[in-house]
């Protein structure tokens, strides 16, 4: 793979479980808009701010459709609007990206979304990471990372854990 945009979750999922890393391995550009940036570094919850000044193969960089962007912003947030508009710009081949809503978003124009489960699943699949059930219950758990039962299945059925 090339070129990935990445929204917030997945980002901060990584981050957290001390993954962050396997982006670097897995994707040669990781480009992330400056509206993820300030989700990251100040987050509205309880969450610990991410010093992106510590992960120097994340690339800011700003989508230059503003129309997109404000057009996306009817439903989603600014960090999945800016991802969207931004993959769509770079012709990204993945857009990493968590909730539902902005995923259904990103296959509507015609974006290959790739939640945080997918990134872990592919590190696991190339030896880069070990299991993934502990790191989904830690996620769960500590982040409050919602699981659907039917996606914990089939992630655990890919990895070779169930």
């Known amino acids: 793979m090339h070129i990935v945009v990445s929204d917030t979750s997945p980002i901060r999922a990584l981050v957290h479980l001390g993954h962050i890393q396997v982006l670097h391995e897995l994707f040669n550009d990781v480009l992330i808009p400056p509206a993820v940036v300030s989700e ?8 610990t701010p991410v010093r992106l000044s510590e992960l120097p193969f994340l690339c800011v960089q700003s989508p230059r459709n503003r129309s997109v962007v404000n057009e996306l912003q009817a439903t989603l947030g600014p960090g999945e609007s800016e991802a969207i508009a931004l993959a769509l710009e770079v ?3 993945a857009l990493l990206i968590d909730e539902s809503a902005g995923r259904a978003t990103a296959l509507q124009h015609g974006l290959r979304p790739v939640g945080a489960l997918g990134v872990l699943l592919q590190a696991k699949q190339q030896g880069l990471i070990g299991p993934l059930k502990p790191l989904l219950t830690r996620l769960e758990s500590e982040l409050n990372f919602y699981i659907a039962d039917p996606v914990r299945r089939e992630v ?3 990895a070779g854990e169930e």
């Open 40 to 47: 990251l570094e100040r987050p509205r919850s309880r969450l």
């Open 91 to 93: 012709k990204a081949e």
């Open 156 to 158: 655990l059925t890919r």
